[in-house]
């Protein structure tokens, strides 16, 4: 299986940070963001991995190398609209991703092995997205993307500000080359610049669905703001132990039903 790591962003609200660096390679706890998803996929036997670059590209192509990293083979991509919406620069991997699914990550989400691993242990036969229904109160549920998970495991919303949710998209999905029908159709009814969210949304309603796979005992993180990043630093550097698997007060799940 391959996996795909979206990178192509500027990182405007990390800025000064990401004013000469790509947000990818800003580092938490001494790593690179992007190394740990990369590790993740690679840890758990997905090992041809291709990464879509945009903004100041040269500097990830040069940290990670050119063709391998850590054994796994690496494909570069350029997104000619890293501008217009994360939706055109996961299209830009279509020929790369061929015809089978794949794993698709952010490169700025922290993102653990068991997290994938879950993922995979629920062997998807269509497109999946790892839902955090009880969300730690770090997570910044205002700015994250929301689902409704319905009784039988199916995601039937997925946006931002949702009036009802009951899990939080955690950024690591299991898809298919339908989503880059989606893409395609959106774009055919006017859509210039579909999201990745929106091109979900055209699964629910037009394709075979998407489904949920539910890793909410596990630690994620999102990177969007100097917030994020200290509070990643204190959770990350707190214990001696593996990284990524600290514990946190959960709160209720949001689930109305």
């Given at each position: 299986?391959?996996?795909?790591?979206?990178?192509?962003?500027?990182?405007?609200?990390?800025?000064p940070?990401?004013?000469?660096?790509?947000?990818?390679?800003?580092t938490?706890?001494?790593?690179?963001?992007?190394?740990?998803?990369?590790?993740?996929?690679?840890?758990?036997?997905?090992?041809?991995?291709?990464?879509?670059?945009?903004?100041?590209?040269?500097?990830?192509?040069?940290?990670?190398?050119?063709?391998?990293?850590?054994?796994?083979r690496?494909?570069?991509?350029?997104?000619?609209?890293r501008?217009?919406?994360?939706?055109?620069?996961?299209?830009?991997?279509?020929?790369?991703v061929?015809?089978?699914?794949?794993?698709?990550?952010?490169?700025?989400?922290?993102?653990?092995?068991?997290?994938?691993?879950?993922?995979?242990?629920?062997?998807?036969?269509?497109?999946?997205?790892?839902?955090?229904?009880?969300?730690?109160?770090?997570?910044?549920?205002?700015?994250?993307?929301?689902?409704?998970?319905?009784?039988?495991?199916?995601?039937?919303?997925?946006?931002?500000?949702?009036?009802?949710?009951?899990?939080?998209?955690?950024?690591?999905?299991?898809?298919?080359?339908?989503?880059?029908?989606?893409?395609?159709?959106?774009?055919?009814?006017?859509?210039?610049?579909?999201?990745?969210?929106?091109?979900?949304?055209?699964?629910?309603?037009?394709?075979?669905?998407?489904r949920?796979?539910?890793?909410?005992?596990?630690?994620?993180?999102?990177?969007?703001?100097?917030?994020?990043?200290?509070?990643?630093?204190?959770?990350?550097?707190?214990?001696?132990?593996?990284?990524?698997?600290?514990?946190?007060?959960?709160?209720?799940?949001?689930?109305?039903?």
């Open positions: 299986m391959k996996g795909v790591i979206l990178a192509a962003g500027d990182g405007t609200r990390l800025e940070l990401t004013r000469h660096t790509p947000k990818s390679l800003v938490v706890a001494g790593r690179p963001m992007v190394t740990y998803g990369l590790h993740a996929l690679i840890e758990t036997g997905v090992t041809e991995l291709i990464i879509v670059v945009g903004y100041l590209g040269d500097q990830i192509r040069h940290a990670l190398g050119d063709t391998h990293y850590r054994g796994a690496l494909t570069y991509v350029e997104s000619p609209d501008h217009d919406g994360n939706g055109l620069s996961l299209y830009a991997a279509r020929e790369a061929g015809e089978e699914p794949f794993i698709l990550m952010m490169a700025d989400h922290l993102i653990p092995t068991r997290l994938v691993r879950r993922l995979l242990a629920t062997r998807p036969a269509q497109a999946t997205l790892c839902v955090d229904r009880q969300p730690s109160p770090v997570i910044q549920v205002d700015e994250a993307t929301q689902v409704w998970v319905d009784r039988t495991g199916w995601i039937r919303r997925i946006g931002k500000n949702l009036l009802r949710w009951n899990g939080l998209d955690t950024g690591v999905f299991w898809l298919t080359p339908a989503i880059f029908q989606a893409v395609e159709a959106l774009r055919a009814s006017g859509i210039s610049a579909p999201t990745l969210t929106q091109a979900c949304r055209w699964l629910i309603e037009h394709g075979r669905g998407l949920a796979c539910d890793v909410s005992s596990m630690f994620w993180m999102d990177m969007d703001t100097p917030a994020d990043l200290r509070h990643a630093e204190r959770v990350l550097r707190a214990r001696n132990r593996s990284p990524l698997q600290p514990t946190f007060t959960r709160r209720r799940d949001h689930d109305a039903s």
